[in-house]
């Protein structure tokens, strides 16, 4: 059985299939909820990073929910993330990333907190900025190797994507070629040292929103062919082929996050072609917030999104998709979708 975690405006939404349909849960209405987390490892705990009231916990596949334990420093937590590869005592090392810019390490499944101090001494970290906030700073996104233990990879926004080949105890600053404002991060466990970067690059240099590297992070190539929009926001790789992708993008942060002036597109590339926009079952683009993508390892060839228009399925590997007929209770809107994690339940 599918789960599906959607972070929506003031809500965690379980989605799971019920009597051949969708049914769904809410949780922790009322807060702000940024980002979403299950441990590879055990899929039934789950954490979910709030911007106003710090990191929750799940031990029963979000049925039930309590504050993480001390030792995060802020109530801003921005990031969550699960080490597949990195464990404590059957476990997945779990990292979270705050505004300020901090970010600390849980071996305990988030029961106690370490920061990570040496990040703040990065020579960049005086100048990371987030424009809407330009006196700080924050980690956006946090990702772990699913192969090689300790080796950790994060994106302060805006300003450096960093990376600790020591379980986050030393940092390298952002590489030359390296991407500059990385919104999300993906590896896969068959293509090795690969790093796919969706990134808000491009929005003031076209060609430049999505950035990858084959070298582990060593160095970077910007394969935008096919783009018209160069705001570059989630990405997603097909579990069973990591050179099938889909991307979310927009002209601008405006297009992207203002319901104004909301614009924005869904775009697939296979292998070394060119990115084209899908827009079989998907709704038009004016309008529509950036999505949040995301595959499940249990489903080869199948996509999920959500946006503010709904929660989307693909299972031709992102060429056509289909709302999910989920029945939102009736005080509940999506608005702004801000991450989605699709698990096996």
């Known amino acids: 059985?599918?789960?599906?975690?959607?972070?929506?405006?003031?809500?965690l939404a379980v989605v799971s299939r019920r009597n051949g349909g969708w049914g769904v849960d809410l949780h922790l209405v009322g807060s702000h909820p940024q980002?979403?987390?299950?441990?590879p490892l055990h899929q039934e705990q789950v954490y979910r990073v709030t911007f106003d009231q710090g990191l929750w916990r799940s031990a029963d596949a979000g049925a039930s929910w309590e504050p993480a334990g001390e030792g995060i420093a802020h109530e801003q937590v921005m990031s969550v993330a699960v080490s597949a590869a990195e464990q404590v005592s059957g476990s997945g090392v779990v990292y979270a990333g705050t505004e300020p810019s901090a970010i600390f390490r849980s071996e305990d499944q988030g029961h106690s907190w370490l920061e990570l101090a040496a990040l703040?001494?990065?020579?960049?970290?005086?100048?990371?900025?987030?424009?809407?906030?330009?006196?700080?700073?924050?980690?956006?996104?946090?990702?772990?190797?699913?192969?090689?233990p300790g080796r950790v990879f994060a994106a302060?926004?805006?300003?450096?994507?960093?990376?600790?080949?020591?379980?986050?105890?030393?940092?390298?600053?952002?590489?030359?070629?390296?991407?500059?404002?990385?919104?999300?991060?993906?590896?896969?466990?068959?293509?090795?040292?690969?790093?796919?970067?969706?990134?808000?690059d491009g929005f003031l240099h076209p060609g430049n929103g999505f950035v990858q590297s084959d070298d582990g992070g060593d160095t970077w190539y910007r394969p935008d062919a096919g783009l018209d929009?160069?705001?570059?926001?989630?990405?997603?790789?097909?579990?069973?082929?990591?050179?099938?992708?889909?991307?979310?993008?927009?002209?601008?942060?405006?297009?992207?996050?203002?319901?104004?002036?909301?614009?924005?597109?869904?775009?697939?590339?296979?292998?070394?072609?060119?990115?084209?926009?899908?827009?079989?079952?998907?709704?038009?683009?004016?309008g529509l917030l950036a999505s949040v993508l995301a595959a499940n390892e249990a489903e080869p060839g199948i996509f999920y999104t959500a946006n503010n228009k709904g929660l989307f399925r693909s299972a031709d590997a992102g060429s056509t998709w289909e709302e999910l007929p989920i029945a939102w209770p009736a005080d509940i809107r999506i608005g702004r979708a801000h991450a989605l994690v699709a698990v096996q339940g």
């Open 35 to 39: 980002c979403l987390a299950v441990d």
């Open 156 to 200: 302060a926004e805006a300003g450096a994507l960093v990376r600790s080949l020591d379980g986050g105890q030393t940092w390298e600053d952002r590489k030359p070629s390296g991407p500059f404002d990385t919104h999300t991060l993906v590896m896969h466990r068959l293509a090795p040292n690969r790093l796919y970067s969706a990134a808000g």
């Open 229 to 286: 929009y160069h705001y570059l926001w989630s990405v997603a790789a097909d579990p069973a082929d990591p050179d099938m992708l889909v991307i979310s993008a927009a002209r601008g942060p405006q297009e992207a996050h203002n319901p104004m002036s909301a614009e924005s597109a869904i775009y697939r590339r296979s292998g070394d072609g060119q990115w084209q926009q899908v827009r079989e079952g998907l709704p038009p683009a004016r």
């Open 1 to 11: 059985m599918t789960i599906l975690y959607v972070a929506i405006d003031r809500a």
């Open 120 to 148: 703040r001494t990065l020579p960049s970290a005086p100048t990371w900025s987030f424009p809407p906030r330009p006196w700080t700073s924050h980690i956006r996104w946090i990702t772990p190797d699913p192969l090689v």
